[in-house]
């Protein structure tokens, strides 16, 4: 099965609502690579990469997010390079 890697910008209000621990949850539950971070101008960023099926439900799944979160849009691109190894959680940016 062919790899797919995406960088996500996520928008709304997705920070102070646990979003970032909601993703990596997420994101180990489903075998995903990658990481998860805050940005200063209060979105989330995001990289996942996987089987191209479980990345596109994962960037799916960002739409809800957390209970708590009221997601306005998110934005995927592809990326060339695969992340490798166990997802993390970032510093913010």
């Keep these: 099965m062919a790899v797919r ?16 621990a909601w993703t990596a949850d997420e994101a180990v539950a489903r075998g995903l690579s990658g990481w998860v971070r805050n940005r200063r101008d209060g979105g989330v960023e995001a990289v996942f990469s996987g089987q191209a099926a479980t990345v596109d439900a994962m960037v799916a799944a960002c739409s809800g997010g957390p209970p708590l979160a009221a997601v306005r849009a998110v934005d995927a691109e592809e990326r060339e390079l695969a992340e490798e ?5 970032l510093p913010t940016v």
Excluded at 9 to 16: A, C, D, T
Excluded at 85 to 89: C, I, K
Aim: net charge positive.
């Design 5 to 20: 890697t995406v960088h996500v910008m996520i928008s709304g209000r997705v920070q102070g609502v646990g979003y970032r």
């Design 85 to 89: 190894g166990a997802f993390r959680v």
